[in-house]
């Protein structure tokens, strides 16, 4: 069965450091997304991606954070200069065009820790 | 999107049938009823969806009656490897980018 893909698994970084988590989704998929979960909270959308454009972000997406699709396969997200809140487990998730009962599927994340 | 509601926590055997209920009283009629796991330290993963009366897959049963006010997953013959965090999620068909909101979710503890 298809899957998403993500590295690093696991990022260690220096506060102020800026980090690039890097998502391979599923390849006919067109839909992008990304979720993350601080250690012991819920899950929370972060922002959705469609046509080389944002579709909706959420309000911890501020200008700290960039999504990017550089070439036909990769999905990053970018955190310009980490905070030590922004630890906790990044999700990438891709989902099919047209289709309403189609589901997302979700790689098995980044643990971003920031130091 | 409706909100739902859904134990905080279960526990079972294994070997049993785990019965999962999920309220979402203000359900919209053009909404989907979708159930997602996740294991520690791993992504969610859809398990089910459906929009009325029943649908069976090879993990699981997804009932749903005929006012669509509640819904409830079942897991026939739990093992210890289905003990994970399990996501009623109610909203529109997931076909422009909607973005999923999770709940808290009920943690399902299985025992030997």
């Known amino acids: 069965e298809p899957e998403v893909t993500q590295t690093p698994s696991h990022q260690v970084t220096q506060m102020g450091q800026e980090v690039i988590l890097r998502c391979v989704p599923i390849?006919?998929?067109?839909?992008f997304y990304w979720y993350r979960q601080i250690l012991g909270q819920k899950v929370e959308f972060l922002v959705s991606?469609?046509?080389?454009?944002?579709?909706?972000k959420s309000e911890i997406f501020d200008d700290q954070f960039s999504v990017e699709r550089p070439d036909g396969s990769n999905f990053t997200l970018k955190i310009r200069s980490t905070k030590l809140e922004d630890s906790a487990m990044y999700f990438c998730?891709?989902?099919?065009?047209?289709?309403?009962?189609?589901?997302?599927?979700f790689g098995d994340g980044t643990r971003l820790s920031i130091l | 999107l409706a909100k739902t509601t859904q134990p905080i926590s279960m526990d079972s055997y294994e070997g049993q049938e785990v019965n999962i209920t999920c309220s979402h009283n203000?359900?919209?009629?053009?909404?989907?009823i979708t159930w997602y796991q996740q294991f520690p330290s791993q992504g969610p993963r859809f398990i089910i969806q459906?929009?009325?009366t029943k649908v069976t897959n090879e993990v699981a049963s997804l009932f749903i009656p005929a006012d669509r006010k509640s819904s409830t997953l079942s897991l026939p013959r739990v093992s210890l490897s289905d003990t994970a965090v399990y996501y009623c999620?109610?909203?529109?068909?997931?076909?422009?980018?909607?973005?999923?909101?999770f709940g808290s979710g009920t943690r399902l503890s299985i025992r030997p």
């Open positions: 390849s006919n998929h067109l839909y």
């Open positions: 991606f469609y046509n080389n454009e944002i579709s909706e």
């Open positions: 998730a891709s989902s099919e065009i047209g289709t309403r009962d189609q589901p997302q599927h």
């Open positions: 999620l109610v909203g529109p068909g997931y076909s422009s980018a909607s973005k999923i909101i």
């Open positions: 459906g929009y009325k």
């Open positions: 203000n359900i919209a009629t053009n909404d989907y």
